[in-house]
């Protein structure tokens, strides 16, 4: 079944089919230009609580519009409509509420192997695609109670390999995560030395560096970080949007950078950005900055 017989139900079937501006090759040893492989990573932890941070989804629901904006200007500027590029978004562990799982599956774009017509369609809709489920998706993970929580390290370990990365270099691999920046979960709390899978606000080894004006000597010197997982991610570039330390503790975003810039050139990343939660605008430039730079 092809990604279109999957995710077009919701938009209907009535369409006006239009060109995309331009229409040379796809080939990337013409045009200079590679397909991307984007795949975007929600944390659906208590970040997302209503009542706690009455912003987040919005930021959220608007840093993924942005993501697919930067997207269909990618495809544009290759002057084509025989891409092959891929978009989707991912959870991890898995969700239990098989709503949120089917809306994944919408959110799942391929435009390997379909027609250019069937790609016009997806080009001209996806912005609404992508906005009806991601309304509907948040609303229902901000009723659970309790919160699912995500477990990014394991992602890394065990999955990014799988799910993140095309081994075909015509592709742009590129995971977008969206986190606090805290990463936690509660099954899997890892200590090697001053190795760790986690950091959260509550952690010693958070706290023991605020109000320390030496800390990142301390950090460095003692070999603080996290537990390195055995991956060579050189294909792979991150995006990490929406890092938010608590309020008492705004210092906490300095500490989190290092933990994860660490663990990034660690595995061998090949291009990333570590970005403190801001106002919509400010994050929209950062993304379109980011994938032109790519």
């Known amino acids: 079944m092809t990604v279109v017989n999957k995710i077009f139900p919701v938009i209907g079937t009535i369409f006006i089919f239009i060109a995309l501006t331009g229409c040379g090759s796809s080939d990337p040893g013409t045009t200079g ?21 009455p912003q987040q989804i919005e930021k959220d629901l608007d840093a993924v519009l942005e993501i697919v904006k930067a997207f269909k200007q990618r495809i544009v500027n290759k002057g084509t409509f025989n891409a092959n590029d891929k978009i989707k978004v ?4 898995q969700m239990k509420d098989s709503r949120i799982m089917e809306i994944a599956e919408r959110l799942t774009i391929n435009l390997e192997h379909l027609e250019p017509r069937e790609k016009k369609i997806i080009f001209k809709n996806i912005d609404s695609l992508y906005a009806s489920n991601l309304k509907e998706l948040y609303r229902i993970a901000a009723s659970q109670n309790p919160y699912s929580g995500s477990d990014i390290y394991n992602f890394f370990k065990d999955r990014v390999e799988d799910d993140c990365l095309l081994k075909d270099s015509s592709y742009l691999n590129t995971l977008v995560i969206l986190s606090d920046g805290y990463l936690f979960w509660k099954y899997g709390q890892m200590k090697n030395g001053n190795r760790f899978s986690y950091i959260g606000p509550d952690a010693q080894q958070v706290k023991m560096f605020r109000r320390n004006p030496n800390w990142e000597a301390a950090f460095d010197k003692n070999d603080y970080g996290f537990i390195p997982v055995k991956n060579n991610f050189s294909d792979l570039s991150v995006l990490l949007l929406e890092v938010n330390p608590v309020a008492a ?13 660490k663990w990034f050139e660690e595995m061998n990343v090949r291009k990333y950005k570590i970005v403190k939660s801001d106002l919509p605008v400010t994050t929209r430039a950062i993304v379109q900055k980011y994938f032109k730079e790519l």
């Open 249 to 261: 503790y705004p210092e906490d975003y300095d500490i989190m950078k290092k933990y994860w810039g």
């Open 33 to 53: 230009y590679k397909n991307d492989n984007i795949t975007i990573l929600i944390d659906l932890s208590d970040r997302i609580a209503p009542k706690d941070h």
């Open 90 to 93: 991912m959870f991890y562990p």
